[in-house]
């Protein structure tokens, strides 16, 4: 399965941005999918997932009730609707999936279909 992750861009703080991350090659309907995020110097790190079925998802603490994954089977895209934005969350954010992940693992080694990254600038 290939993605693309797009939707990113330069937004001020406390504004909003939607991401999205459309799969080809093959349906990731049964794929466990999630978005990560690396800042310039530091990690790739945990953002949100979401089971394949999409009835359970899952978070990091630092964006948990600002942050909302999504997916559309039918239209096979995973979404990140971003609000509240924080200059904290500048990074570029990737997409991944994988069959075989359990929802709250947040390391990336296991998944092994990634996006390319997405920049989000959230300014002061």
């Known amino acids: 399965v290939q993605l693309q992750a797009c939707g990113g861009g330069l937004v001020q703080t406390g504004g909003s941005l939607r991401l999205s991350c459309a799969a080809s090659?093959?349906?990731?309907?049964?794929?466990?999918v999630a978005w990560f995020r690396q800042a310039p110097g530091k990690e790739r790190e945990f953002v949100a997932a979401i089971r394949r079925s999409g009835g359970s998802t899952y978070y990091a603490g630092s964006v948990k009730g600002r942050f909302t994954i999504s997916r559309d089977k039918i239209k096979n895209t995973l979404y990140l609707q971003m609000n509240s934005l924080k200059p904290e969350d500048t990074a570029a954010y990737y997409c991944?999936?994988?069959?075989?992940?359990?929802?709250?693992?947040?390391?990336?080694?296991?998944?092994?279909?990634w996006g390319q990254g997405t920049q989000v600038t959230v300014s002061s």
């Open positions: 991944a999936a994988d069959p075989g992940i359990i929802l709250s693992q947040t390391t990336i080694g296991p998944y092994n279909y």
């Open positions: 090659g093959r349906s990731f309907a049964t794929y466990t």
